[in-house]
């Protein structure tokens, strides 16, 4: 089905002189602080910017981050190179705009292959918190890719999806019981729904949701509203684009930047829609990198806490 692409008033998040980022990944909003953050996986970086206050904060990390989530007392859940890392971050004094920060492994991983890092992820509707892993190889195609889960008791599963290039996509309809999953590799670009039990969290029954060889881009970073449509960042094509529950394409709206890459919604009525960005090899466009927010019309869900204490 072919949809034509909206114009809606999409802005920066910042001002044009604030920091782009390499691959703006993982956005997620912080009601309590009335704050987004995200990362910047190249630059080791967690970014926090305050709607309050104007202000962006940065922390350095030892590795590559991936994604993130919170746990009630704010520590952030870090998905990175070698395994999943509570992180305790400080906060500056006014005007400083570099924090530090307290790192702890919490569970390693044995990867498939060299070069790998967990990328995509976030907690589904009971706080447990989902990350898959990747080769980081831009040009060589290897589906060393698996998908884990990881509770307080329990710790870090085994692989529950194998098979992988690029993990991406994931989410959870409003109820919890599909999960969502895609694979953004550019031979791949498809997205899955899966049955989900939201007793023992295990997902069954993986059926194709929609093939973006159908549509435009590869499916990247997502995020569910509260309509239960399935929201994926359509990298490669410069577009966000929403699937109904049943895999229809309803809506498409052009974005200023070539790599969209993840998006979130947030705001004090989580009607605003955070799109992170990603800077292309070659040919940078003005807003390539930046963090864009938009009102899309549709309000969003709340994004799960851990259910731990890290």
């Not at 953050?37 to 202000?55: C, E, G």
């Not at 969290?201 to 449509?229: E, K, Q, W, Y």
């Amino acid at each position: 089905m072919s949809v034509t692409p909206q114009r809606l008033n999409v802005e920066r998040l910042e001002t044009e002189h604030a920091r782009r980022c390499s691959v703006g990944e993982s956005p997620v909003w912080r009601a309590a602080e009335n704050a987004l953050y995200w990362v910047d996986i190249p630059a080791q970086t967690i970014v926090r910017y305050s709607l309050a206050h104007a202000r962006r904060t940065e922390w350095a990390l030892p590795e590559r981050v991936g994604c993130i989530a919170f746990d009630r007392n704010g520590v952030v859940l870090a998905a990175m190179e070698s395994g999943l890392f509570a992180v305790t971050l400080d906060e500056p004094a006014d005007g400083v705009r570099h924090g530090t920060s307290t790192v702890r492994l919490v569970a390693a991983v044995e990867h498939a292959a060299a070069r790998m890092r967990f990328n995509d992820g976030r907690c589904d509707r009971q706080g447990r918190f989902w990350s898959g892993t990747m080769v980081q190889d831009p040009v060589g195609r290897e589906a060393a890719g698996k998908l884990y889960r990881y509770d307080a008791g329990a710790g870090l599963s085994a692989p529950v999806v194998d098979g992988l290039c690029t993990q991406n996509g994931l989410a959870w309809s409003p109820d919890g019981r599909t999960m969502y999953l895609s694979d953004s590799w550019p031979t791949e670009r498809l997205v899955w729904a899966f049955d989900y039990d939201v007793d023992d969290g295990m997902p069954t029954n993986r059926r194709l949701f929609a093939n973006l060889h159908d549509h435009s881009g590869r499916p990247d970073g997502a995020a569910v509203d509260a309509d239960g449509c399935y929201w994926i960042c359509a990298n490669d094509a410069g577009l966000l684009l929403r699937f109904t529950p049943d895999g229809r394409l309803d809506r498409s709206i052009e974005l200023p930047v070539s790599k969209p890459s993840m998006c979130a919604f947030g705001g004090s009525n989580l009607d605003m829609l955070f799109v992170a960005s990603i800077q292309p090899a070659g040919g940078v466009g003005e807003h390539d990198g930046c963090v864009l927010v938009l009102n899309p019309g549709v309000k969003g869900l709340a994004e799960p806490e851990f259910a731990g204490v890290l």
